[in-house]
């Protein structure tokens, strides 16, 4: 019974060191990854609506400076001393502001600069589409392998269960060695029962973010390139982060939304022309007269009273003006924050993988002893359990910790507002923020800009 117990001597070391399964040439990279959730995401669908709802907002600021040119149809019956007249009349009226002291251009500037807070706005929602591709690929590999580990340890502990049932069979060790033997196989299916729902569970979040279930995943790339210390990191945030952008936009909207508002209490000067055509019918006489006019006419406005409501907007405006550099800082220190995070993040990893691996070295010496001792009767079979599930445990830490050290880096690059398709140079076509806004900045009426902007949005895969 020693000499069989000599051949499993060190199954478990054996078996936990066993390369994972070989991967197809198809196997999934974390760029393919990165590339479904990119395609996948209806997120990022919803917000370029957003963006081009934003677009539109500024084309029709831009409206405002040009003529509203309307037809206007009237008919009128008047009776009198009993005689009726009736009047029908068509007219085409033309109107255009000729001066408001700057309101319209504030209006547009505004306009523009929501335009740009948007726009850096759907680089967030895509910073953030791309790390949760990141996540759900190492959560899927992360629990795969724990999977694999957890299979294994099934299958070495049943083979300890089995060399203890057959040394109590023989006398060497009694019931109660079985028992601990019995109950430290359950607990490993049960962990490995665990192990499989989180399977599941990472599976169906990977799923949601690329629109297909994992098939084989390739190992994660190298490490991606890092600044050399945290202040170049939060140097870089706050260059590039987009939520830092779009605080500065809205800033800046906000400042010119007092001046726009101040612009209010300012005249306005409007120009009209129209042309008329004129019917009139009268019952007593039974004639009809055509008559044609045209008209010209200049007006120049302004509100001396407003009850209060214009100082109202200004004082207003400039709350929200107030609000929004409030915004400006505070996102800034939480993207500092995040950035700090995200570095402390990288360390602790780095520190717990160095000292798993420690433990694993030991680990894996204790248990061979613990092994060696046992056979020689100067170890229980709980001993050389608690063994193996000291070295089982380790292993699975590394994991984890593996896992961490992947996504922390991929988290900072994110704080450093880089985690873009750009940036990474995942080589597929990106939206372009810019071509719907150029398509329709002019306002687009005629037939050539039309079919212009019906070209963009085909392009864009909204047709």
């Known amino acids: 019974m020693r000499k069989s117990l000599k051949a499993l001597r060190s199954p478990l070391t054996a078996a936990l060191l066993a390369a994972l399964t070989a991967l197809p040439a198809s196997a999934q990279t974390l760029a393919d990854t990165m590339v479904a959730a990119y395609r996948y995401s209806a997120l990022l669908e919803q917000n370029r609506a957003v963006l081009r709802a934003a677009d539109e907002d ?30 029908t009349g068509i007219a085409l009226q033309a109107q255009i502001t000729l001066y408001d002291w700057g309101r319209n251009a504030f209006a547009i500037d505004i306009a523009k600069e929501t335009v740009l807070a948007t726009r ?35 299958r070495v502990i049943g083979q300890e269960q089995q060399a203890a049932t057959d040394r109590f069979d023989v006398g060497e060790i009694t019931q109660t060695d079985v028992a601990q033997a019995d109950a430290a196989l359950a607990e490993a299916r049960a962990n490995l029962s665990a192990a499989e729902g989180d399977l599941e569970i990472a599976r169906e979040a990977y799923h949601t973010s690329t629109g297909a279930y994992p098939s084989a995943l390739a190992a994660p790339p190298p490490l991606p390139s890092l600044p050399a210390n945290l202040d170049a990191a939060r140097g870089v945030a706050q260059r590039t982060h987009p939520a830092i952008t779009q605080a500065r936009r809205q ?3 906000s400042e010119l939304a007092v001046g726009a508002a101040a612009a209010e209490r300012s005249p306005n000067l409007t120009g009209t022309l129209g042309i008329e055509r004129q019917r009139s019918n009268a019952n007593a006489t039974l004639s009809t007269e055509y008559a044609t006019q045209g008209s010209a006419s200049i007006q120049m406005s302004q509100t001396l009273y407003s009850g209060g ?4 907007q200004h004082r207003r405006a400039m709350a929200n003006r107030d609000s929004a550099r409030a915004v400006l800082l505070n996102t800034s ?19 717990q993988i160095v000292s798993i691996d420690e433990q694993i070295v030991a680990a894996e010496q204790a248990y061979n002893g613990v092994r060696e001792e046992a056979t ?5 079979t709980l001993d050389v359990l608690e063994a193996e599930q000291s070295l089982i445990a380790a292993r699975a ?6 896992a961490n050290l992947q996504l922390a880096h991929y988290q900072l690059l994110a704080a450093m507002g880089l985690l873009t398709v750009e940036n990474l140079r995942l080589g597929i076509p990106t939206y372009d923020p810019s071509a719907y806004y150029n398509a ?10 039309g079919k212009s902007l019906d070209r963009v949005l085909r392009a864009i895969g909204q047709e």
């Open 376 to 380: 020689l009767g100067a170890r229980t």
């Open 58 to 87: 500024a084309a029709a600021a831009l409206a405002e400076l040009r003529p509203i040119i309307q037809w206007v149809a009237e008919h009128t019956y008047n009776y009198s001393d009993g005689l009726d007249t009736q009047t």
């Open 440 to 449: 329709v900045q002019d306002a687009p009426y005629t037939s050539r800009q």
């Open 251 to 253: 800033t800046s909207a």
């Open 333 to 351: 220190r939480q993207v500092n924050a995040a950035v700090a995070n995200a570095w402390a993040s990288i360390d602790v990893a780095q520190a």
């Open 120 to 154: 850096a706005a759907l680089v967030g929602i895509e910073q953030d589409v791309l790390l949760g591709a990141v996540q759900a690929y190492l959560d899927v590999r992360s629990a795969t392998e724990q999977v694999e580990l957890q299979t294994n340890s099934v």
């Open 309 to 312: 409501r214009l100082p109202a």
């Open 397 to 402: 830490s590394k994991i984890t910790a593996e």
